[in-house]
């Protein structure tokens, strides 16, 4: 043996090349199409059981089997409606953008179109696979129903219909309807069976479903403060995109002022518990610390991280608070 190939083979290690990060599995892929792990969305159901849970014995077996089918049908329809939102980011370049080198930050594997994990054909099928699922499910949730006011069940097929022309078919999202819409689907998610299992909704109910409909929403903003590159590139018009900067940091913190408005008007009003403004309030002052973190601190990206973290405790306080007026009535 050679000195020349002893040395060949004797390289440190830290010489070589790194081994590629293992691959994922199918299953996996798909669920990171359909973000599966960002389930911020599917809370809303457990708003709307938590004002009917109590008290106890009033949920029964038909009830609690709406509420699963209904929950089951909107994750699948929700994962279509991000897969094909992923396509449509793929094909127009601004994932291509948002997920670059340029942005070390954001996971690309997180947009199998983007890794090459995926291709279009197979995304399609999955997004068009799930969309056909929920349509099933919300037919279940229908039968299930032991109230049908003529709104709940139109609201279903609106909720279905829509939600899939977010980013495809006509592209709400790409005419500037991105925030309305975010508000408009958490608000439905929230509301749908609630109405279904009680034939009505109350006031109190009508304003955790739009509080529930701003927690994404206000990660969405500041994904799309992030992202303002690549939507400005497609002509995708977010607030964000068709701004500037000080404009953009102001809608956000009125948005943020709406919020806690809203709560605090409820309840002088007597819409909602006089003390549900004080209940919320961990998640008030957690939603101010989000936007200092964004435009103090000028770190975007960990105030939204903190905007999933809002929305969740809030979720936890209305659940909490429903079960508490349903105690105290």
């Known amino acids: 043996m ?13 010489e070589r090349p790194a081994p ?39 949920l029964t077996g038909r009830t609690a089997a709406l509420f699963g089918v209904f929950l089951v049908g909107q994750v699948l329809l929700l994962m279509a ?17 948002n997920y670059g080198p340029d942005h070390p930050l954001r996971n690309v594997r997180r947009k199998p179109l983007v890794s090459g994990a995926l ?8 997004a068009w696979a799930s969309a056909a699922s929920a349509a099933l499910l919300f037919a279940v949730t229908a039968a299930l129903a032991p109230h049908r006011p003529a709104w709940t069940g ?34 439905a998610l929230v509301i749908l069976p609630y109405g279904m299992v009680t034939g009505q909704a109350t006031g109190f109910l009508l304003v955790q479903a739009v509080l529930f409909g701003f927690g994404p929403l206000m990660f969405g903003v500041y994904s799309n403060t992030n992202d303002v590159e690549g939507d400005r590139s497609v002509g995708r018009p977010t607030v964000a ?50 936007y200092l973190l964004g435009f103090r601190t000028g770190d975007i990206m960990r105030a939204r991280r903190t905007g999933f973290a809002v929305h969740r405790l809030g979720v936890v306080l ?4 429903n079960l508490l007026a349903a105690a105290l009535a």
């Open 154 to 187: 139109i609201g279903l097929v609106v909720l279905w219909v829509v939600t899939l022309q977010y980013s495809y078919g006509v592209k709400l999202s790409y005419h500037g309807f991105q925030e309305v819409y975010l508000v408009a689907l958490g608000f």
């Open 81 to 97: 409606m991000t897969a094909f939102d992923d396509v449509t980011g793929f094909r127009d370049g601004s994932d291509i953008t």
């Open 20 to 58: 590629p990060p293992p691959a994922d599995g199918r299953l996996t892929t798909y669920a990171r199409l359909g973000k599966l792990d960002v389930y911020d969305y599917y809370l809303g159901t457990f708003i709307a059981l938590s004002a009917v849970v109590l008290p106890l014995g009033s």
């Open 2 to 14: 050679t000195d020349s190939t002893l040395t060949t083979t004797t390289a440190p290690a830290e």
């Open 241 to 290: 995109a068709l701004t500037s900067e000080r404009g953009n940091a102001r809608f956000i913190g009125a948005l943020s002022l709406a919020e806690f408005l809203t709560i605090a008007t409820a309840s002088a009003v007597g819409v909602a518990p006089w003390w549900f403004v004080l209940l919320m309030l961990p998640a008030s002052l957690l939603r101010l610390r989000q």
């Open 119 to 126: 291709t279009v054909p197979e995304a399609l099928r999955f």
């Open 318 to 321: 209305m659940i909490e608070g």
